[in-house]
Each structure stands twice: as C-alpha cells, then as structure tokens.
C-alpha cells in the first residue's frame, strides 16, 4: 500500500568486475517493469549495504532509464558496464504502481529520491552469473 514516495539511489563498486553484488534481476513481460531479489541476505552483500530491498523496481541503470529495455538489452547493459560502478535509481513496488497509475514520470531530480551513500566491496568473489548482478 502506498503512503509516500520510497524512491533511492543506490550505488555500488565491485571490488573485481565479475564480483556479484547480491540480486538478481527478473522481467516482469505483461507489465514491462524490471526488478530485483536480493540473493544474499547477508550484511556483507553490496546491494544490501547499498540500500536495495527485494522486489524494487529498477528505473534507472548508471543514469540511463531502462523501464523500456526489454530482459536482454537491461542485460548487455549490465554485461558491457561491468567495469564500472552501478549506479540504480530504484523505487518500492506501491510507489511504482502509485507513479505509474497517476501517469507520473520518474526522473533523477524528483525531490523525494533519497541519495544514499555509495558502497565499495571490500572483498573479492570470483564466481560470476548471467543473471545475477
């Protein structure tokens, strides 16, 4: 249920590029919305610190808006930016039904996107997925 705007800059630096972050990205095709499941619940996981919670929705990708990207252009995406850190503007699923049923665009400069401090891995993990971020 909605009450007000959970929008959030998240932003993450891998430590190696094929360092998994700790989510994973999902499609959902007949809403054409992207959104995450955190794969480590674990205090030491990059999107955790980072600020993400499952089931967000993924709006932006490093400043660019992939709500139009189908599953394999949001992944090439992913796959050709590993080198760099990530950056997601992300929102809790009542603030995108909220957004989106009010015919509300989302941006980088809505007043109510909380800014949160970027985390930096502090660690190295070898094992890298296609789907996993």
Partial sequence: MYTNDDIRLCTMQRAIPQQKMG???FY???K???YITLTEDLPLSLALRA???SYDRI???NGVNIEDDTFDQFMHRIDI???LPVQMLVC???TYEHYKANKKPFHCDLPTIQRLKPVYATSSNKAASKHHL
Wanted: net charge positive.
């Fill in 32 to 34: 054409r919305f992207h």
């Fill in 51 to 53: 600020g993400i919670k």
């Fill in 59 to 61: 709006i932006f990708f």
């Fill in 23 to 25: 989510l994973k990205n």
């Fill in 81 to 83: 930016e590993r080198h």
């Fill in 28 to 30: 959902f095709a007949s």
């Fill in 92 to 94: 809790s699923p009542a």
